[in-house]
């Protein structure tokens, strides 16, 4: 398709390198992309994104949908001019946040209908429609609507979801018109085994310019989901990109990436900043415990962000205790640093051979005791 490709760089083991090309630029995988659900990514600037490193962004149709509303912003001239954002863009389906957000929502063969979680008023979401609000949102990448259950959910139940997932998909391909954007599919199948390899099977069968993993991370245990990335993985075409949605917290990236997952997003280290937990190679440390107040350290020493290297641990409990916005442009500049670092380090590993080591050296250091 004009404006999108994939280029498959290097495999080791399963771990994955590869580069997008976008008609708003390139993008390196495995790439963390955060989330800016409302057409900002909270607290920060384009500007801040840029000096940070972000090579592409998650926008939620559903969100921009219901406010300002699509046309509005297809007559702003997209997303893109109206964020001021000048990189790649993804934005979802809508598909998850009607199942995490509205409490009425009734799923028929034509789609979803739903009631707006701002005001009530009711929509009716088609796989069409869902093509449609991202085409006029104008995003690089698009998503086909899926139905996402919760965990646990009976086989019968996942097996409809299935099915009505892989229909829809063919409906929104086909109804797709923009060809500089990108479709990618969503494959289910919630824990089934069985059901995976069908969802695979089916979405595929279809064709789409990526595919994503959907269904996970909604209850089930880490080791249950670990083990549907794997399998699913092995089972999706190699020359497509491979996107894990909403997983995001650090160990996530690291499993991930092992398995052959290219891309993944997710709202944890934004809205960690916001509740004053900063994330560490030692792991997570919550800035508003009473040990920080006249600690004169950064918080992390080796980190070069520039939060850590301006401003104290205690400087930054201050300010959170303080409720200062300064704190949560602080804390969310620190969090996404560390993820950039994080996925930058990991595409290192793949390409030297070592991910299983650096794999055992990210789980040692989270287990040094004292170390914040």
Same mark, same amino acid.
């Not at 797709?176 to 599919?185: M, N, V, W």
């Not at 990436?257 to 997710?266: E, K, N, S």
């Not at 918080?299 to 290297?309: F, I, K, L, N």
């Not at 990991?346 to 789980?363: D, M, N, P, S, V």
């Given at each position: ?22 008609? +708003? ?11 800016? @659900? ?46 001021? $954002?000048?990189?790649?863009? *993804? ?8 199942? #995490? ?35 006029? %949102? ?16 009976? $086989? ?11 229909? $829809? ?26 059901? =995976? ?19 996970? @991370? ?30 995001? /917290? ?12 290219? &891309? ?17 190679? !030692?792991?997570? &440390? ?25 401003? @104290?641990?205690?400087?930054?409990? +201050? ?5 200062? *916005? *300064? #704190?949560? $442009?602080?804390?969310?500049? +620190? ?6 670092? %994080? ?14 080591? !650096?794999? =055992? +050296?990210?789980?040692?250091?989270? /287990? ?5």
């Amino acid at each position: 398709m004009k404006g999108f490709s994939f280029k498959l760089l290097k495999i080791s083991s399963r771990s994955r390198i590869g580069e997008i090309i976008t008609p +708003h630029g390139k993008v390196r995988t495995p790439v963390f992309m955060p989330v800016g @659900s409302l057409g900002s990514v909270k607290s920060l600037s384009p500007r801040d994104l840029e000096e940070l490193g972000v090579e592409a962004i998650l926008v939620n149709a559903y969100h921009l949908y219901l406010r300002p509303g699509a046309e509005v912003i297809r007559e702003m001239g997209g997303l893109h001019s109206f964020m001021g $954002w000048g990189g790649p863009i *993804l934005t979802d389906s809508g598909g998850y946040q009607v199942f #995490s957000l509205c409490k009425f929502r009734r799923i028929t063969p034509e789609g979803v209908e739903f009631r707006s979680h701002i005001d009530g008023s009711l929509h009716l979401f088609t796989p069409e429609r869902a093509i449609k609000v991202q085409e006029d %949102l104008g995003a690089d990448i698009i998503m086909s609507l899926d139905e996402c259950l919760p965990y646990p959910s009976p $086989w019968e139940e996942v097996e409809r979801a299935v099915r009505l997932t892989s229909e $829809w998909a063919r409906r929104g391909k086909e109804a797709k018109r923009r060809d500089e954007q990108a479709l990618f599919g969503i494959v289910q199948g919630g824990v089934f085994e069985d059901l =995976r390899r069908r969802s695979v099977e089916e979405i595929v069968e279809i064709g789409f310019d990526g595919y994503a993993i959907g269904g996970l @991370s909604v209850g089930e245990e880490k080791s249950i989901t670990y083990d549907m990335v794997e399998l699913t993985c092995s089972l999706l075409p190699e020359e497509r990109p491979r996107y894990l949605m909403g997983m995001g /917290a650090p160990e996530d990236l690291v499993e991930g990436v092992i398995r052959g997952v290219d &891309m993944f997003d997710c709202v944890l280290p934004t809205r960690c900043a916001r509740t004053g937990e900063l994330f560490t190679r !030692f792991g997570k &440390m919550n800035i508003k415990n009473a040990r920080y107040a006249k600690d004169p350290r950064p918080v992390d020493p080796e980190c070069s962000c520039y939060t850590c290297r301006n401003f @104290s641990r205690a400087y930054l409990r +201050h300010l959170f205790l303080s409720r200062e *916005l *300064l #704190s949560y $442009w602080l804390n969310t500049i +620190h969090n996404l640093h560390y993820y950039l670092i %994080l996925m930058e380090e990991l595409r290192e590993a793949i390409e030297q051979g070592r991910i299983e080591e !650096f794999r =055992r +050296h990210f789980y040692s250091q989270r /287990a040094l005791p004292g170390q914040d």
